[in-house]
Structures are given as structure tokens and as C-alpha cells.
């Protein structure tokens, strides 16, 4: 969009990131869950370790002096999944009733997971979650009680990691969303150089050289530091078995502590924006599914698939496609800078209200534009009054259709209401002549049911003859 | 000096540094090239990057020794033990009813504990012809015919080289195709594995397939005794057991025969590649620090000499550190991406454009007035986005 490049000409050109957007369009909660971590290079299955926790001063540090050692690295686990679980539970309700009003449900809120980048979210979520919800803690193998359970939380995690949700928070996506780098977008999955970009220039050169922030460690740091770690392991695990994952943890200390203070100095950044309106429909919903998960955990029905459906797979697509839509448009609507894009773009209408002729029915509107109004006759566009909420409908804010019905000779536009304004009395949610409005694309939200078309298209049709 | 050929230009370009033919990865790497002239004229010229690039003052790109090992062992545990591993995915995976293995072994460690004396280049030769009869037989038809090469050598002639290749198998039955196999170690969980990486092995054994299909028509026999689809063999989930999947390589190798059909695109490049310069000697552990310096310096003045484009796919380049330096001091616009190079078009440069945009500057070309028009409605707008906030 050219607002992106024109605000990415504005960055280079302070050397500093410039605002993407006027809000903040996540939730965060009061108490996040911070994790950061690697894994050997070549296996996700194999962590080496990881700092987490939920007060920046004091991570915890576990260290899996052998990463190839599945019993060493499933002791190790154990301490994360028990930490894990134990910061989820105070989310659970006591019981399981749905016959409590939503209100106390969604105050009690919900856990966020935060990570620095997509990579750990994914490695962390989807595929750490399926290592771990398989395990079994009686039989050949067993493995302490806390993992399974973990790795149920975290595949719920992994599912819920769609637009507009603020479970699972990677943090340089977040920052990307929020502040416009003057370098290519790619380089922005470098927390370091973001947060360099945005908020201390001068240490960008520094902040290139940093060590990555996970889930995969630098090959220099892999050959030296890490290698040493586990030779001093092989050495301490006979004579000293209670100090031998010392200098593993060490090592991971050393390596990923100043990714975890970066992850907060983000936290606090966007702490700083004022937040979006619909943000907290948003966090609602999360809650939403956070409670419906923990009851069917609770009742021993928390089920996974490993490998979709395709009909489970066009549902989901589905889902996203309509979550993608709606987040664009509450973004939009809560964020005037966001706005900004579509009307650069000439979707959106910016303008000074000149005349509003309430005589006849329906009531007529002329609008001069701040920038030239490109778009044919009949066009809809939908006013959305910056007043109060009708008392009738509280959770419908109101919305006004209009229909472009032609331009003057000096330009401006003139409109026809269409829809919520029609009657006289509610003429007084039409603008005033003189006042400022915006007109955009983004009408009422659609509430249809997710309907499925009668045949699945063929790109998710089933193969007669196996899987593809 | 006058040049009558681009490929003389191009050794002269070369200069004193050490010539290495590409293989396999930065031949499906040409594939990705976005038309970066700078990338093609090194690739053209046989340049090793992994000794240029340090030499320019880009970052060293390290393999994590981990993934290596990790690498080798898993390729072992699938082949050892007559394959028993990985017979049952030929059989099934490929549908070669393969009743018994008659395997051989190609690889240079192989080759060189059989015939000691051999120097480097007649082992060359040697791998190459038995490659080539092996296949000769396979196609015959003979029933003491070889059913699993381990690491053939194959040769693809690329601009001024020939560039040797060596896949890690070759499977064939009496009445089937031949196909190649690649084993990688990356986790392929619940049947799905890491697109990005699935793409890059697929592109990579396309490169095969190619250098295949040219040996079989050497060979007289058509192209269609080489199968469609190659085998891909990685970890299963979390451990290191062997899983497969078939890979359609139909449309890699239609992009590639159709690049390499063009390569190096000799009358093309001839006008590009600088005369004036040309890449040092590799300095070596003995070279003293100033004529180090000088290598870097020569070395830098002729890379720069080629015209590049900037854009989003250069992060996976080892030259992005020297391009990213070059474009920061030209106050290039394609810093941004290729979406906003594409969208600035002429107008190249960070000022020019914000120029233009706040009308200190009047646009003089058409595509000059369009960019402007663009850009000034976003800042009108972000203006307007402000005042409101």
C-alpha cells in the first residue's frame, strides 16, 4: 500500500521508525507468560533450554545439558510444564458453569503466551504441544504427569494462533503491525534490530550482531559455547550429577537473557499506545475459547487431530479467511492511521460535510473531499457516528448507509442515506455541515452462519486413491 | 583489450580468484535469483561465494555442526543394513518392485579405498564413466543390473564448467524408471513437513533429474525411462526413523531446463560485466595484512561494479551485508522491498521520492507524476490520519 511506503521513506529518512498505527491492537494481559528458547538446529524435538516466566526481573532458566537425551530433556520439561500449567490454572473456573453470567467469566480473564518471533511460536506451540500431548506418564516410557497436560495447553495454543486473537502474542509480528522499520520486512523477524529501529537508532549496528532470540541458535555460539556445555555435562554427570546442567544453564542465560529483556522492552512499548476499542470483543472471545478448552480438559475430552480433514481443513480456512476480513475492518474503524490506508488508496472517503438536506426522504448529503473522491455513481459507503450506543441495541453500535449519487462541478460528492438514518429520529446520528467525517467500505459486521457450499472445490477434494 | 566473447569477459572478470563450478543447491539457487545481475555475472563466472562473500566484508554463513552430524547419521541408518530401511519406501513409494538390492557405492571414499593411486582427476573420470555404464546397464535391461546407486556422479555443462553432481541415489527396477532419492534430515511430523525446506530439496533434486535426462539421451535412450517423481526420505516425527514422499518434479524441471537453456545468458550479460575490473587472488593464510586489505578493497570495487537489484529475496543471499551497505549509501528506495522498488519505479532514490511528495520537486516524466500523485495522496492522508488521532 503506498502509506507503507510512504511511511517506510519517512523512517529512512529520520533513521528512526515512524507510527503505523495510532492504537494498539492486541490485548495484553496484566500478567503474561514470557517464554524464550532454542532447540538444537535440525531437531525441534530436542530443546537445549529456556528462560520463561512472568516477572521480567526473575526468568526462570532450565538447561538440557545433553539436548539428545530424551530422559534428561524430559526431566527438564517437567519444570516448564508444571510452571505452564501452573499459570493457566489460574484462569480455570472453579466449576465448570455456563450457567455464570459471561461478565465474571471474561474478568477473570484469559493466559497470554508471549514469544519473540513466529518461528518460536510455531516451534513452541504447534509442534512442541504435539511431542508432549502424546506422552504417557505409566507404561515403557513414562514421563512426569505435568508434560501431557502441557502439551494439551499448548496444541490449544497452536490453534488459536489466527488474526485478531491475543493468546499467543509473537512479539516482532506485533511490533511490525505497530511501527514501520526503514528496512526490508524480512530482517524486522530480528527483534533486536526492531526494537533498535524504533526506539535507540543508534544501537542498530549492535543490536545486528546480537544473538538470535530463538527457537534456532547462532552457528558460531552452537560450536563454541554450546559445545562446551555439554563436554562440561559428559564431565560433572557421573562425579556431580546436581551441578552437571550448570553450565548448560549458564550458557542459555548468557545467550538468550538479553532477548528476554527485548521482549519486555516491547511489552512496554506497546503499553505506551492507547488501546483500540475492539480489542476487548476480541480478548472476550479468547476467553471464550480458553473456557471452553479447559472444560473439555477437565472433562477428559480435549481431543486433537494430528492430520485435518479436508473438510476440517475448508472450515478452518474458511474461519481464517473471515477472521483476516474482520480484523482489517475493526482495525480500520478503531485506528484513523490504519484508515489512512484505504483512503489513500480512494476506498475511503476523508472529508468536510458541506450540506445535509433532511427536507426530503431519504436525506441527501454533500461532502467536499480532502483528497479527489474517485469512485462511480452508486457506490456504498458507511458512516460509522463517533456518539454513544443506542440503548436498545447495546452491543450494535449504529451504521449508516449511504449511496454516492454524483459530484458537483467544485468536486464535491453528494450522497443519498441509505440504511439507519432514514427516519426522523434518528436524523441526529447524520453528520453536522462544517464537522470532519470519514466514510469507508466497512459496513455493519456480518453475522452469517458459516455455511458450507454443497460440494467442496477441488483444491480440497478428497484423493480417491490416497493422500497426495 | 578487446573482448570478442562474454565468456572471455567473464574470465577476466574471474581474474586471479579460484574458479569452483557450482553444484546442485546454488544451481536451484538460480531459480530464485530475482533477476539480480550482480548474482548471475558471479554464478556465470564459477566464483565461489562462500570465499568472496568474507572477502567483501559479509557475514561468514556458518552450517550448524549439530544438523550436520545429525545429517550424516540419519543418511547412515538409511542406507546400512543392505537398506532395509529403505527398501520398503522404494517399494512402496515409488512402486520399483525391487526383489533384492544389488547396490554399489560411488562415493569418492568408496571409489578411493578400491583404487588408491587415482588423483583427483581420473577418480573424476572414473566415477563419471561407471555412473555413466552403470545406468547404460540398468537401462538394458540387465537382470545383474544394478537397482541402487549410492552417489552417482553426474555432469551438467553450465557456462564455461562442467558442474559434477551427486545425488545421493539412484533407484531403478527391471521394468520401471530410473529415480533419484534424496535423504534429508528434516522432520516430517504427522506428514507434513516445513514447506520452505520441502521446495528447496524439490528444487535441488530437479537439478538431478536434469543432469539425468541428459545422460539417458546421451545414452540413446529416450527421456521417459526417467521417472516424473523422486523420492524425498526424512525423519519421521520426532525421531530419527525414515519417512517418504513423493515429490512431483514435472514443473522444477520445466523452469530449470528453460533457465539453463539460457544460461549464462551470455550475449545478455556481455554488456554488463565491467572490463575495468576484476576480482584478486584469494588471499591465504601467508598473505600479509596490507595486501589483505588490497584483495578486499579490488575485491569490493569489481563486485560493486555490477549492477544489482536490491529487493525482499536478497536476505537469503551471502552478499546481503555488501548489497544492503550499497544500497543504504545510494539512499536506495528498494532498502524498503521489492513492493515499494516496484511501486517508486524510476524513482530510485529515498529523497527524490519524498521530493515529489512534498512538491519541492516538480515531477517531469509521466511515471515521475504518477509516483508523485501516489505518494502525496498517502502523506495527505497520514496528514489528515494525524489531526485526527
Known amino acids: ?468 | 583489450m578487446i573482448f570478442r566473447d562474454a565468456r572471455e569477459r567473464l574470465v577476466h572478470f574471474r581474474g586471479d580468484f579460484p574458479a569452483k563450478p557450482l553444484d546442485a543447491r546454488r544451481i536451484a539457487g538460480l531459480l530464485d535469483a530475482p533477476g539480480c545481475m550482480r548474482r548471475q555475472v558471479i554464478d556465470a563466472a564459477s566464483v565461489p561465494m562462500k570465499d568472496l562473500a568474507p572477502l567483501i566484508g559479509c557475514r561468514e554463513p556458518r552450517q550448524s555442526s549439530y544438523a550436520l552430524q545429525r545429517g550424516v547419521r540419519f543418511e547412515q541408518s538409511v542406507t546400512s543394513n543392505a537398506m532395509s530401511f529403505l527398501l520398503p519406501l522404494v517399494r512402496e513409494q515409488l512402486a520399483l518392485d525391487v526383489r533384492e538390492v544389488r547396490e554399489q557405492d560411488l562415493s569418492t571414499v568408496q571409489v578411493r579405498t578400491q583404487f588408491p593411486d587415482l588423483d583427483r582427476d581420473a577418480l573424476t573420470d572414473h566415477r563419471v564413466r561407471t555412473t555413466r555404464d552403470s545406468v547404460a546397464q540398468m537401462l538394458a535391461g540387465d537382470q545383474r543390473a544394478i537397482n541402487l546407486l549410492r552417489h552417482p556422479y553426474l555432469v551438467l555443462t553450465l557456462g564455461d564448467m562442467p558442474t559434477y553432481l551427486e545425488p545421493d541415489l539412484l533407484a531403478y527396477a527391471a521394468s520401471g524408471t530410473l529415480a533419484p532419492i534424496e535423504i534429508k534430515s528434516f522432520p516430517c511430523i504427522d506428514g507434513i513437513a516445513d514447506p520452505a525446506k520441502t521446495a528447496e530439496a524439490a528444487r535441488q533434486t530437479a537439478v538431478y533429474m536434469v543432469a539425468l535426462c541428459r545422460l539417458v539421451e546421451n545414452l540413446g535412450q529416450p527421456s521417459s525411462r526417467i521417472a516424473s517423481q523422486g523420492l524425498l526420505v526424512m525423519t519421521r516425527d520426532f525421531t530419527l526413523e525414515a519417512s517418504g514422499s513423493l515429490l512431483d518434479l514435472r514443473p522444477q524441471v520445466r523452469r530449470l531446463e528453460r533457465v539453463l537453456a539460457n544460461f549464462p545468458h551470455v550475449t545478455q550479460l556481455a554488456a554488463q560485466i565491467p572490463t575495468a575490473v576484476s576480482l584478486p587472488a584469494l588471499p591465504s593464510r601467508d598473505t600479509s595484512q596490507t595486501e589483505r586489505t588490497a584483495a578486499s578493497a579490488q575485491a569490493r570495487e569489481a563486485v560493486g561494479a555490477l549492477p544489482m537489484r536490491f529487493g525482499d529475496g536478497c536476505t537469503g543471499c551471502p552478499l546481503l551485508d555488501f548489497c544492503r551497505g550499497q544500497a543504504q549509501r545510494e539512499e536506495s528506495v528498494a532498502q524498503l522491498g521489492t513492493q515499494a522498488a516496484n511501486m517508486c519505479g524510476d524513482v530510485s532514490t529515498v529523497s527524490h521520492a519524498l521530493a515529489l511528495t512534498a512538491g519541492t520537486r516538480t515531477p517531469t516524466t509521466a511515471a515521475e507524476k504518477a509516483v508523485a500523485e501516489e505518494l502525496r495522496r498517502a502523506a495527505i492522508a497520514v496528514q489528515l490520519a494525524g489531526a485526527a488521532a
Not at chain 1, 523512517?11 to 494481559?29: F, T, Y
Not at chain 1, 484513523?336 to 475511503?348: D, F, K, R, T
Open chain 1, 1 to 468: 500500500m503506498s502509506v507503507d511506503v510512504y511511511l517506510g521513506l519517512s523512517a529512512i529518512e529520520r533513521g528512526r521508525a515512524v507510527a503505523r498505527a495510532a492504537r494498539r491492537h492486541v490485548h495484553l494481559a496484566a500478567e503474561p507468560f514470557v517464554v524464550v528458547g532454542y532447540h538444537l538446529p535440525g531437531d525441534p524435538g530436542a530443546p537445549i533450554g529456556l528462560l520463561y516466566g512472568t516477572r521480567r526481573e526473575q526468568p526462570t532458566v532450565i538447561g538440557v545439558g545433553e539436548p539428545r537425551d530424551p530422559k534428561l530433556r524430559f526431566a527438564q520439561l517437567a519444570q516448564f510444564a508444571m510452571a505452564l500449567n501452573g499459570y493457566v490454572a489460574q484462569f480455570v473456573q472453579p466449576s465448570a458453569s455456563s450457567r455464570r453470567p459471561q461478565d465474571t467469566r471474561v474478568r477473570m480473564g484469559g493466559p497470554q503466551l508471549i514469544v519473540a518471533n513466529q518461528a518460536t511460536a510455531q516451534w513452541l506451540c504447534d509442534l512442541m504441544g504435539r511431542r508432549l500431548r502424546y506422552l504417557r506418564s505409566e507404561g515403557d516410557w513414562p514421563v512426569h504427569p505435568s508434560l501431557p497436560t502441557a502439551g494439551a495447553h499448548l496444541s490449544f495454543f497452536a490453534g488459536q494462533r489466527v488474526p485478531g486473537s491475543s493468546l499467543v502474542l509473537p512479539l516482532t509480528e506485533v511490533l511490525a503491525q505497530h511501527w514501520t522499520t526503514g528496512q526490508l520486512a524480512a530482517l524486522n523477524a530480528n527483534i533486536a534490530s526492531q526494537l533498535a529501529w524504533i526506539s535507540d537508532p543508534d544501537s542498530l549496528e549492535e543490536a545486528e550482531r546480537a544473538l538470535p532470540a530463538g527457537p534456532v541458535p547462532d552457528p558460531e555460539w552452537e560450536a563454541l559455547e554450546l559445545h562446551d556445555a555439554i563436554k562440561a555435562y559428559g564431565k560433572l554427570v557421573e562425579s556431580r550429577p546436581a551441578q552437571a546442567n550448570r553450565p548448560m544453564i549458564q550458557a542459555i542465560d548468557e545467550a538468550l537473557r538479553p532477548s528476554w529483556q527485548a521482549c519486555w522492552h516491547a511489552l512496554d512499548l506497546l503499553a505506551d499506545l492507547p488501546p483500540a476499542e475492539r480489542t476487548r470483543d476480541r480478548w472476550s472471545h479468547d476467553v471464550h475459547q480458553w473456557n471452553r478448552h479447559t472444560e473439555r480438559v477437565s472433562a477428559g475430552t480435549a481431543y486433537f487431530r494430528k492430520r485435518p480433514k479436508q473438510l476440517q481443513v475448508f472450515r478452518y480456512l474458511t474461519r481464517l479467511e473471515r477472521l483476516t476480513a474482520d480484523l482489517n475492518r475493526e482495525m480500520a474503524l478503531d485506528d484513523p492511521l490504519i484508515m489512512a490506508g484505504y483512503v489513500a488508496s480512494g476506498e475511503a472517503l476523508s472529508g468536510d460535510v458541506v450540506a445535509v438536506d433532511l427536507s426530503g426522504r431519504p436525506p441527501r448529503l454533500q461532502v467536499r473531499p480532502h483528497l479527489p473522491f474517485l469512485r462511480p455513481i452508486g457506490t456504498d459507503v458507511f458512516w460509522h457516528p463517533p456518539q454513544a450506543a443506542d440503548v436498545r441495541s447495546p452491543g450494535r453500535p449504529p451504521v449508516v448507509s449511504l449511496t454516492m449519487t454524483g459530484t458537483t462541478t467544485d468536486g464535491d460528492v453528494t450522497f443519498n442515506v441509505t440504511a439507519g438514518a432514514i427516519q426522523k429520529k434518528l436524523h441526529h446520528r447524520l453528520p453536522r455541515p462544517g464537522q470532519q467525517v470519514v466514510f469507508s467500505p466497512f459496513g455493519p459486521r456480518d453475522y452469517h452462519q458459516d455455511t458450507l457450499p454443497a460440494e467442496l472445490p477441488w483444491t480440497h477434494a478428497d484423493d480417491q486413491d490416497g493422500e497426495r
